[in-house]
DNA sequence: TGAGGGATGGCCT
DNA sequence: GGCCATCCCTCAC
């Protein structure tokens, strides 16, 4: 796969929120690549954004890899059950970050599907392979992303993004998701999907 | 097809 | 001690 370079993640994040849209995440979970196409992102704007975890120029040992140059992944624990993964956009001390909402298997398809639902991915019903993905939590148990990965190098060989096939994707964008306590933040049109 | 509520634990004040 | 960038089940329609 055509793994994407350092300059890619130093652009402004809603660029990069908006490209990822159609790229591939690709995951080497034990000796198994797993690859998952990026369908929705989030953009997260450091310390501008109410939404964000660094807002206000929060810093914790938490945040401290948004803090850090794009391009690591920044995971956290959600709601005591889930993960959400994030990468860390643009410059040092920017503190931004796009979150991965959802995506669609693309390679490993059975070995996410036991990850997801114990289950072979020709045994799932309709409805579990219309929701197989379709969220940030779901995302990370289908890849079995977790704490585990927080502020690894998406340079890395077995964790990284990969540009996809050049397509047209007809993105649209939205509010995001989940933020009411956001204030005027909640309704930024910083949500990007196919 | 959608609303309502419970599970669950790290993080931060 | 309260807050959460969630998910899934149940139940009604």
């Known amino acids: 796969m055509n793994k994407l370079d350092r300059n ?40 501008i954004d109410k ?27 959600i709601y005591g059950m889930y993960n959400c993964f994030n990468i860390v956009t643009e410059e040092k001390e920017k503190a931004c970050a796009v979150l991965i909402r959802g995506g669609s298997p693309e390679k490993g398809i059975n070995e996410m599907s036991q990850l997801r639902y114990e289950k072979a991915y020709n ?40 540009k996809g096939k050049k397509q047209n994707y007809d993105i649209k964008c939205s509010k995001r998701i989940n933020i009411d306590y956001a204030e005027e933040a909640k309704d930024f049109l910083w949500r990007f999907y196919v």
Not at 19 to 39: A, D, P
Not at 66 to 72: A, L, N, P, Q, V
Not at 148 to 158: F, Q, R, T, V
């Open 51 to 77: 939404a964000c975890h660094a807002y206000g120029g929060r810093r914790t040992k938490r945040t401290e890899i948004m803090y850090g140059i794009g391009g690591y992944a920044y995971i956290y624990l």
């Open 123 to 162: 045994e799932l019903t309709a409805y579990q392979i219309k929701n197989f993905a379709n969220g940030p939590g779901k995302l990370c148990i289908a890849m079995k992303i977790t704490k585990e990965l927080n502020e690894k190098d998406l340079l890395s060989d077995d964790f990284y993004i990969a």
């Open 8 to 47: 890619f993640y130093l652009q402004d994040t809603l660029k990069v929120a908006k490209e990822l849209i159609g790229m591939y995440i690709v995951r080497n979970y034990n000796g198994t690549e797993l690859i998952m196409k990026i369908t929705e992102t989030e953009a997260y704007i450091g310390s």
